[in-house]
C-alpha cells in the first residue's frame, strides 16, 4: 500500500513568490492533517481537512496560507506571497475516519521550503 | 510553558544499555499519547501509543501517568539503531491535533 506522498521535496524561492504543496493521502484515509516544523522548534498543527471540510484551522499562521481539498482526495497547501519565517519543513499527515483515541496518523516525507 | 516538554538530550548511550525519556504535558483534558521516532531529515513514524494501562513492544515500555501528566518510555538492550529522536505527542481533549515536544534526541555508542 502507497504512504503518504508530498511534492516536491525541495523547493527553494524568493520571498514575495508563491509556493504550492501538494500532498497525497493514503487511499481511504479521511482524515488530512498539514503540521510545520520551522528550524529548532517543535512540530506545529497547521490544520485538518474531514474529506474536503475544513475540519479545525486554527493552526494556520495567517492568510497568506490557503489549504484546499477538492474532492476530498490530495491538498495543496499555497503560501502566498512567502515570507523569510514560512522557512521550514511541511509535513502532511492522513488518518483513517477513526475516534482520536486510536488516531494514528501516517507522515509523508515532508517538503523542505527554503524562503530566500 | 510548552505544552508537551522534553529534555532534548543528547542522551549518549552505550549499545546494549536500558534508557529512559521522559515527556511531561500541561493539558489535564489530554486524550490520546503517542511517541513518535524522527530519523535525520525524515518524516515521524509512530513508535507507540501510550496506554493508561501501560503498554510494552519488544524491547520498548510506554507509561502514563495522568495524576502527574508525565509519558515515558523505556528502551532495553539498545541497539545502534536506535539512534534518533523521540517525539512525545499528545491530542487535546476532542480534538485531533497533534501536539509535539521538541523531541529527546538518543545516541547510541558502539
Known amino acids: 500500500e502507497a504512504g503518504v506522498t508530498q511534492f516536491p521535496s525541495h523547493s527553494v524561492i524568493e520571498k514575495g513568490q508563491t509556493v504550492t504543496l501538494r500532498c497525497d493521502p493514503i487511499s481511504g484515509h479521511d482524515n488530512l492533517y498539514w503540521y510545520r516544523r520551522v528550524m529548532g522548534k517543535e512540530i506545529k498543527f497547521l490544520l485538518h481537512f474531514v474529506k474536503e471540510s475544513k475540519q479545525d484551522e486554527s493552526g494556520m499562521p495567517n492568510n497568506r496560507f490557503l489549504a484546499e481539498r477538492t474532492g476530498g482526495t490530495y491538498s495543496t497547501l499555497k503560501v502566498q506571497p512567502a515570507e523569510l519565517e514560512d522557512s521550514g519543513v511541511y509535513f502532511c499527515a492522513s488518518s483513517l475516519p477513526a475516534g482520536p483515541s486510536r488516531n494514528e496518523q501516517f507522515f509523508g516525507p515532508g517538503t523542505r521550503l527554503t524562503v530566500l | 510553558r510548552k505544552e508537551v516538554e522534553q529534555d532534548p538530550g543528547p542522551f549518549n548511550v552505550p549499545e546494549g544499555a536500558t534508557v529512559a525519556f521522559n515527556c511531561t504535558y500541561s493539558n489535564s483534558a489530554s486524550q490520546s499519547f503517542f511517541w513518535y521516532r524522527q530519523d535525520c531529515r525524515k518524516e515521524p513514524k509512530l513508535l507507540m501509543s501510550?496506554?493508561?494501562?501501560?503498554n510494552e513492544d519488544g524491547r520498548f515500555t510506554a507509561q502514563l501517568n495522568r495524576a502527574s501528566q508525565y509519558i515515558s518510555l523505556l528502551i532495553r538492550d539498545s541497539k545502534l539503531s536506535d539512534s534518533a529522536t523521540y517525539l512525545c505527542?499528545?491530542?487535546?481533549?476532542?480534538?485531533?491535533?497533534?501536539?509535539w515536544g521538541a523531541g529527546t534526541k538518543l545516541i547510541i555508542k558502539p
Open positions: 501510550v496506554y493508561s494501562s501501560g
Open positions: 505527542v499528545v491530542t487535546p481533549d476532542s480534538n485531533y491535533q497533534l501536539i
